[in-house]
């Protein structure tokens, strides 16, 4: 709201807003985000489970259905095009062509009853209008380069016969086939072991960066975000309270619960130190505590934090923070951390 | 590994089909010493001597004369040799193989259609239903269906006759017998089965499209909310490109399923709606048996209807096999 | 139950059996829903002409000696008019016949839900040779048409309601044994069952305690499915003349309208009102039964619970809603130090 929409920037999300009504109350899971990807960025979006990350990743694509979601927003604009009073049938031209997903668990996520290669094969035949031949060689080529060997077996396989890297390869080569704009990934490797969960974050990187894609990548897990991104924001309960460029981010941390997530991750180097959690949880999105949605969990919460909530304001170059008492850090400390 | 599958299916419906054949040849045999008293009952102006010759004579005539296991080998192999599934009490001692094959196309020219009619309208109206979710097509499907499980098909086929036969004089309430008896591969000869087949057809079906539409309806909104669902809309296809390649494929996993559980009950109830519109069928033949006591003849429609039922399922579950390549050994059932 | 001395197995297995014995409150949950409602009462109304039906029919239609003139049209005496073959009222019949389909749809949905239970739970828990002997048969009753089975049963066994109920039951557990041992398979493996395991209870002790009382839902739902379904086929086989001879039944009404020449005089009452009666049995008890599922099963009732949220959804409301979140003009941060100073 407070910052200049520049033309360098691939997507523009300005005061999303999605709420569910239930039978006993209104879920108010998204309120008013600002999201800012600038060409070839990759940004990362972070918060615990039920913060609202994921409604925000498939609003973005206009994903979500009416009901149970009813959604607002003031723009959004895709590489200067916006797309906020786009018919859902003007919005399927953008889906999969300019814009597209990978989802958390590619054995749900792809159709059991088809062949991974056909699948892919909608992608070309959907958007770039080719015939079944000529799509299944772009199918072999894009699994080629997210690394899975022999792509021309693997394309006839079913879903289930492939192990969980590979399905998520083919998730990654889905996405790229049509070498979209920006790419939202939403928790891309959380179903995966952790070895595995590096390879297909190597092949997303490199993806990313070698075709100039932005990305969004929505995750829980700080150690992905250091692997990739360059800009994270940190979602609590709805709302943004903290954007800033990755390393600043990991260095010095302004809102407490960015800290708080920082330090709930366990280093090498930290070994003997204690292992923190931030306590309790994110509250339940039909009793949100009054002013700050943080302060029951913060150690910093003063009386102006119960009566109200703070404003995202701006501190420092690129960075915005949303509290009434952001963590200071001295120039030293910045230093060494 | 697929094929291995479908080898053990098909050897576990011919096991299942010797276990209901060996029930089969029981039944007749159940609280009675000798098969002979249950074949010829004893009437009540009959000496005990008397009856010990018409027992005798009875045991001959259908082999009782030797040991069980023997008879029930000469049983098996009268079957399988010769096709031979006994003679019948009626006069001139019928084989019951040729009366059931007098009656087999009858009925299952009902039998077919209303499969064929139940299943195309069912998921029709399932499809829609599920489309328009909780808007009043949907409703009007969700009532019609909580009515129409609690009334008899029965029942409908009563009601049916008597208003849209007797009253309005629509379709036939009985059949007429020259549709069998002037039978000839006619137009006009078909045209008349299928007047007739009207009737029989619609009050059966109408239940089983009911049942299928709620069935779609539940599956297809059950896939609707998959993840799979969600990536094919990520991927830009268009709404019918997902419904016809995406949902529908996958929800017809559960209905296949279903359609060869619901087959056994179709083939039963069958027998009651034959008797209702007196149509040339194995039901019929199968009333008429009972109620004479004709126990070669009665065991054969079971043994038939029985094969029927399990061919059925395992046709079934052969096609979802094929419509769910996930399906390996020992995963189903 | 609080006593924190006990170990915590034990403590453990008491919370549980609280919980899965609080099956107890079953009717009002059944009466807490509009469905379950309707049913309740239907059954309840049911039973009570069932009961006291001498009382409420106006004649007797077991006694021969009451019997009028044959074929009478509905009027104030005969509300249903008579028979057209033995001029017997039909609206007693109707009464009467309540009796034989509750007795005989009650009785044999109780006892395989009885049957279908223990020898599901045996086939889910102690597995082995016992659950492949149990599942084979229960294969086998499956692809036997069932109706046929049943009309030669009757005819080698006999055709007292006793005799059709125990026939109905021997046929019937099939499904429900089937259902309930993959509902075992998964309580079996579950945690409180492990720990009910270690804590040293016996096989008997387990199956009765806690395996037993986790299948309690799907059991009262399936007597309540089962007993529509024995009444549908009860009411089948009476209509084909092969039901109990010496009882009154909806069916075998159905059987003598259609005999008796209901369709050859336009007596369509003789044809409609036994249908009714099958009608309310079967649908009451079937309301009760998906009231079961729904509850078992609360997914099936939000869904459609969102579509009539978002019908009564007022564009107003929203509004507010989205307003609420809005974030008003802030203080600016010089507003705030300038607060704070």
Request: contains cysteine; aromatic residues 8%; positive net charge.
């Amino acid at each position: 709201m407070n910052r200049e929409q520049t033309n360098e920037n691939m997507l523009a999300v300005r005061n999303l807003k999605v709420v569910f009504p239930m039978a006993h109350g209104v879920i108010r899971a998204v309120e008013g985000v600002d999201l800012d990807i600038k060409k070839g960025e990759s940004v990362a979006l972070v918060g615990e489970s039920g913060c609202g990350k994921s409604v925000t990743s498939k609003s973005l694509m206009k994903l979500l259905d009416t009901p149970p979601a009813l959604m607002r927003v003031d723009d959004i604009t895709l590489d200067g095009e916006s797309l906020k009073d786009y018919s859902e049938k003007k919005m399927q031209d953008i889906r999969g062509r300019h814009m597209s997903m990978i989802f958390q668990d590619a054995m749900t996520s792809l159709n059991p009853v088809m062949t991974c290669g056909r699948q892919i094969d909608e992608m070309y035949m959907r958007h770039q209008g080719m015939d079944k031949k000529e799509a299944r060689k772009h199918t072999i080529r894009a699994l080629e380069l997210v690394g899975v060997p022999e792509p021309k077996s693997r394309a006839r396989n079913f879903p289930h016969e492939l192990s969980g890297g590979m399905r998520q390869r083919v998730l990654l080569a889905m996405a790229f086939a049509c070498m979209p704009k920006l790419i939202i990934a939403d928790e891309p490797t959380t179903a995966l072991d952790v070895t595995i969960q590096a390879q297909v974050l190597d092949v997303l990187r490199d993806m990313q960066r070698t075709h100039g894609v932005s990305l969004l990548l929505i995750t829980h897990d700080l150690s992905v975000v250091s692997n990739i991104a360059e800009t994270v924001y940190v979602m609590y309960s709805g709302k943004i309270v903290e954007k800033a460029p990755m390393k600043e981010l990991f260095r010095t941390p302004y809102h407490p619960y960015s800290e708080g997530l920082l330090k709930s991750v366990p280093k090498l180097s930290d070994e003997g130190k204690q292992f923190v959690q931030i306590p309790g949880s994110v509250p339940h999105p039909m009793k949100k505590p009054s002013g700050c949605y943080f302060h029951p969990r913060c150690p910093y919460a003063t009386e102006e934090c119960r009566q109200s909530m703070p404003p995202l304001e701006k501190r420092g170059e690129d960075r915005l923070v949303r509290c009434f008492h952001p963590l200071k850090h001295d120039a030293k400390e910045a230093k060494t951390a | 590994m697929k094929k291995s599958y479908i080898v053990k299916r098909i050897l576990y419906s011919v096991f299942i089909f010797f276990v209901v054949l060996t029930l089969n040849f029981f039944i007749p045999r159940i609280g009675v010493d000798d098969p002979a008293e249950r074949y010829y009952p004893p009437q009540g102006n009959m000496s005990d001597a008397e009856y010990e010759i018409i027992k005798e004579l009875t045991r001959e005539q259908y082999g009782f004369d030797v040991s069980t296991p023997r008879q029930y080998l000469n049983y098996l192999s009268d079957l399988f040799l010769e096709g031979n599934m006994g003679t019948s009490f009626r006069s001139g001692s019928p084989a019951v193989t040729d009366l059931i094959i007098d009656r087999l196309p009858w009925t299952l020219v009902l039998s077919v259609s209303t499969l064929l009619l139940g299943l195309i309208v069912g998921i029709l109206i399932g499809v829609v239903a599920a489309m328009k979710r909780g808007r009043w097509q949907d409703t009007m499907l969700l009532n019609a269906s909580t009515i129409m499980v609690a009334l008899p098909a029965f029942f409908i086929a009563l009601v049916f006759s008597f208003f849209l036969g007797f009253e309005a004089e629509l379709f036939p309430a009985y059949t007429n017998p020259d549709m069998v008896s002037d039978f000839s591969w006619s137009l006009d000869s078909l045209r008349m089965v299928a007047y007739n087949a009207a009737l029989p057809v619609i009050s059966m079906a109408f239940g089983s499209i009911i049942g299928y539409a709620q069935g779609t309806r539940n599956a297809v909104i059950a896939v609707t909310g998959e993840d799979f669902i969600l990536t094919a809309r990520s991927k830009g296809l268009k709404p019918n490109a997902i419904r016809y390649k995406h949902t529908l494929r996958n929800a017809m996993l559960p209905i296949v399923t279903s359609l060869g559980m619901s087959i056994s009950g179709l083939i039963g109830g069958q027998v009651v709606i034959e008797q209702i519109f007196n149509w040339h069928g194995m039901g019929t033949l199968f009333l008429e048996a009972n109620n004479t006591n004709d126990y070669p003849l009665m065991m054969g429609i079971m043994l038939l209807l029985s094969a029927f039922t399990i061919v059925a399922i395992l046709v079934t579950d052969l096609i979802y096999v094929l419509l769910d390549p996930r399906v390996t050994v020992g995963e189903k059932r | 139950m609080t006593d924190k001395k006990l170990p915590i197995q034990q403590r453990m297995l008491t919370f549980l059996k609280k919980r899965a014995i609080g099956t107890g409150r079953f009717f009002k949950r059944i009466w807490a829903h509009p469905k379950g409602k309707i049913g309740l009462t239907v059954v309840s109304l049911l039973v009570i002409v069932a009961v006291f039906a001498p009382w409420i029919a106006p004649y007797d239609p077991y006694d021969v000696a009451d019997r009028t003139t044959k074929g009478l049209t509905p009027s104030l005496q005969h509300p249903l008019g008579t028979t057209i073959n033995t001029g017997v009222d039909i609206f007693s019949m109707l009464i009467y016949g309540t009796r034989i389909s509750l007795i005989v749809g009650v009785t044999a949905g109780v006892c395989i839900a009885f049957v279908g239970a223990i020898l599901g739970v045996m086939a889910g828990y102690i597995g082995g040779f016992a659950d492949n002997l149990i599942m084979r048969t229960v294969d086998v009753l499956l692809v036997i048409p069932s109706l046929p089975l049943v009309i030669v049963l009757t005819n080698v066994l006999g055709r007292d309601y006793w005799i059709i109920i125990f026939i109905f039951v021997a046929l019937g557990w099939g499904g429900l044994s089937r259902n309930i041992r993959s509902l075992v398979l998964v309580i079996k493996n579950s945690n409180y069952v492990k720990a009910a395991e270690l804590a040293g209870a016996s096989r008997w002790r387990i199956m009765t305690k806690h395996i037993l009382p986790g299948t309690s839902h799907l059991l009262i739902m399936s007597t309540a499915l089962g007993s529509a379904g024995i009444m549908v086929a009860e009411a089948g086989l009476s209509f084909l003349g092969l039901g109990d001879p010496t009882r009154i039944s909806w069916g075998r009404m159905l059987a003598e309208a259609q005999g008796g020449g209901a369709l050859l005089f336009g007596h369509w009452w003789w044809i409609i009102a036994p249908g009714i009666g099958i009608f309310l049995a079967v649908f009451s008890f079937m309301r009760i039964g998906i009231v079961m599922e729904e509850v078992l099963n609360p997914r099936m009732k939000q869904s459609t619970g969102i579509h009539k949220i978002f019908k009564t959804l007022s564009g107003d409301y929203i509004n507010e809603v989205f307003d609420s979140m809005e974030e008003t003009e802030q203080p600016t941060t010089s507003e705030r130090s300038a607060a704070k100073a």
